[in-house]
C-alpha cells in the first residue's frame, strides 16, 4: 500500500513561482507513474502533469510547470511558475504501478489528500 503526502501549498500573488512536493512511503517512486492533479471548486479533477519515465502535460501547464522527480528522497516534486488565477485549486498527488493514459484520473489508485494552491 503506497501512502502520499502532498506539501507546499500557499496562497501567492498572479506571476509568482512556487513548487509543489509529494512524499511517498510503502514504494519506491521510481516504480511508480506519479501524476499531479488539480481540482478547484465546482470543477472536475484535472489531470496536469505526470512522470513515468517519459513526462506529460496538460496544454493548461505545458511550457509553465515541470514535474521532477528525487529518487534519493522518494519524492516527486511540481515546480509551477508565472501562476495566474486560473491555477488556483486543490493539488493532488496521485500514484499506479501503471498508468496507460497519465494524465486520465481513473487510472490512479493511490492518492494524497491535497495541498491547497491560491493564486490571487
Known amino acids: 500500500h503506497v501512502q502520499l503526502v502532498e506539501s507546499g501549498g500557499a496562497s501567492v500573488q498572479v506571476g509568482a513561482n512556487m513548487s509543489l512536493s509529494c512524499a511517498a512511503s510503502?514504494?519506491?517512486?521510481?516504480?511508480?507513474?506519479v501524476a499531479w492533479f488539480r481540482q478547484a471548486p465546482n470543477k472536475e479533477r484535472e489531470g496536469i502533469a505526470a512522470i513515468c519515465g517519459p513526462t506529460y502535460y496538460s496544454h493548461s501547464v505545458s511550457g509553465r510547470f515541470t514535474i521532477s522527480r528525487d529518487t534519493a528522497k522518494n519524492t516527486i516534486s511540481l515546480q509551477m511558475n508565472n501562476l495566474r488565477p486560473e491555477d488556483s485549486a486543490m493539488y493532488y498527488c496521485a500514484a499506479a504501478p501503471v498508468a496507460r493514459r497519465p494524465l486520465e484520473r481513473d487510472e490512479y489508485k493511490y492518492w494524497g489528500q491535497g495541498t491547497q494552491v491560491t493564486v490571487s
Open positions: 510503502g514504494d519506491s517512486f521510481s516504480r511508480l507513474c
